[in-house]
C-alpha cells in the first residue's frame, strides 16, 4: 500500500520517510523547496531518503511540486493507505511578514489535500505550534 509524506524534504518529513521506507513502505513524498529553509539542506534530505529506499524494501517517490497546484495533486495517488501532512510554511516570523501567503499554503493546501485524498485510510495532520511573544510587549501575570 502507499502512503504520502508531504514536506518530505524537510528535517521530520524526510526522518518519517526513512523511518517508512526501513519497514518496508512505499513512499511518495512532495515537496516544493519553500525557501524558508535551505533548499540546498532540503535536496540533500531527498538524496539521503534515495539512498535510503535503495537500502530497503520499500519505494520511494519523489514529486517536488506544491499542494496548492492541481497538476502536482494529480501525481499522487486518490487513495492511499496513509497520509502523512507536514507541508507547511513554517515559522512565526514570517505568519506576520506575509499572512496571505502563509495562510494560503497552510490551510488552502491541507484543503486541497483533504480533498484530492478524501477516500485515505488515515490522515495524519502533524502540527507543531510554536510561539513567541512580540518583542516590547509587556506581559501580564
Do not use: C, W
Not at 65 to 86: A, D, F, M, T
Not at 125 to 132: E, T
Amino acid at each position: 500500500m502507499q502512503n504520502i509524506v508531504t514536506g518530505t524534504a524537510g528535517f521530520i518529513g524526510s526522518h518519517l520517510t526513512e523511518k517508512l521506507l526501513e519497514k518496508g513502505e512505499n513512499v511518495t513524498g512532495i515537496d516544493n523547496y519553500h525557501n524558508y529553509y535551505s533548499p540546498k539542506i532540503k535536496q540533500h534530505n531527498i538524496k539521503q531518503i534515495k539512498k535510503k529506499a535503495e537500502q530497503t524494501e520499500g519505494n520511494f517517490q519523489f514529486i517536488q511540486g506544491s499542494i496548492l497546484k492541481q497538476k502536482h495533486l494529480k501525481k499522487l495517488s486518490k487513495n492511499p493507505r496513509n497520509v502523512y501532512h507536514l507541508a507547511a510554511i513554517a515559522g512565526t516570523r514570517h505568519s506576520t511578514k506575509k499572512p496571505f501567503k502563509y495562510t494560503e499554503t497552510n490551510v488552502k493546501g491541507t484543503a486541497q489535500l483533504l480533498k484530492h485524498v478524501k477516500n485515505t485510510d488515515k490522515f495524519i495532520l502533524i502540527l507543531i505550534i510554536h510561539l513567541r511573544k512580540p518583542k516590547n510587549r509587556k506581559t501580564t501575570g
